[in-house]
């Protein structure tokens, strides 16, 4: 009867022995996982100016050959990127855009001992520079023409504006001019009218003395 006692308390131990051997590994397999620590920018950030990068940490050194990123524009589109670099816990991903507004950096990464993490994190840029824009993307900066632009846009209009105001005296002038010449004529006219008729008047008057006078 102690003799089964005893076996029986020894199969107890082993089976307390196996579970807690059973669930060191299992936390030790959890720890394992390579949990994200932090992203640059962070999640959710919105960001003056677009960064040539972004990177993420983690909590175990990653595998780099078997880690896969990808980065969508606020369209959806998949962009075409170089390929990530990786140091340690950390990749650094080199970035182009297409447009401000909300991008997405979803990655699968595997730690070196095989555990693998899907997650992803997005950011929001307001103005792109000219050299990070992606093939094809239109630059940021003449979507709004600047205070000096748009200056020299009115100069030029005014500029390329006709005057008019000599043209619209010139009718007037022409007029002036017409009718001031009409008056000088219409003046000499009645002086060369007015002098024949004076003219021919005294002759007639000469013509009528001599008649009277052999008259007498």
């Given at each position: 009867m102690l003799q089964g006692s005893r076996a029986h308390a020894l199969r107890l131990l082993l089976a307390a022995g196996c579970?807690?051997?059973l669930a060191a590994a299992t936390a030790t397999a959890a720890s394992a996982h390579a949990a994200l620590l932090g992203t640059d920018p962070e999640d959710g950030a919105t960001l003056d100016t677009a960064p040539a990068s972004v990177s993420a940490t983690f909590s175990?050194?990653?595998?780099?050959?078997?880690?896969?990123?990808?980065?969508?524009?606020p369209a959806g589109?998949?962009?075409?990127?170089?390929?990530?670099?990786?140091?340690?816990?950390?990749?650094?991903q080199p970035?182009?855009?297409?447009?401000?507004?909300e991008y997405t950096?979803?990655?699968?990464?595997?730690?070196?001992?095989?555990?693998?993490?899907?997650?992803?994190?997005?950011f929001t840029v307001e103005a792109i520079?000219?050299?990070?824009?992606?093939?094809?993307?239109?630059?940021?900066?003449?979507?709004?023409?600047?205070?000096?632009?748009?200056?020299?846009?009115?100069?030029?209009?005014?500029?390329?504006?006709?005057?008019?105001?000599?043209?619209?005296?010139?009718?007037?002038?022409?007029?002036?001019?017409?009718?001031?010449?009409?008056?000088?004529?219409?003046a000499a006219l009645v002086v060369v009218v007015g002098g024949v008729l004076l003219v021919k008047l005294l002759g007639r008057g000469s013509k009528d003395d001599g008649s009277a006078d052999r008259s007498a």
């Open positions: 579970g807690a051997v175990e050194v990653l595998d780099g050959p078997s880690t896969t990123i990808a980065v969508t524009d589109e998949t962009l075409e990127l170089d390929e990530a670099a990786f140091e340690g816990d950390t990749f650094t970035m182009l855009y297409t447009t401000p507004g950096v979803a990655f699968r990464v595997v730690s070196e001992d095989g555990h693998r993490v899907d997650d992803a994190w997005t520079p000219d050299e990070l824009l992606a093939e094809g993307a239109e630059s940021t900066d003449s979507a709004a023409p600047t205070e000096t632009e748009t200056e020299a846009e009115a100069e030029t209009s005014e500029a390329a504006e006709p005057d008019t105001s000599d043209a619209a005296d010139s009718p007037e002038e022409d007029t002036n001019t017409g009718t001031t010449l009409a008056l000088i004529l219409l």
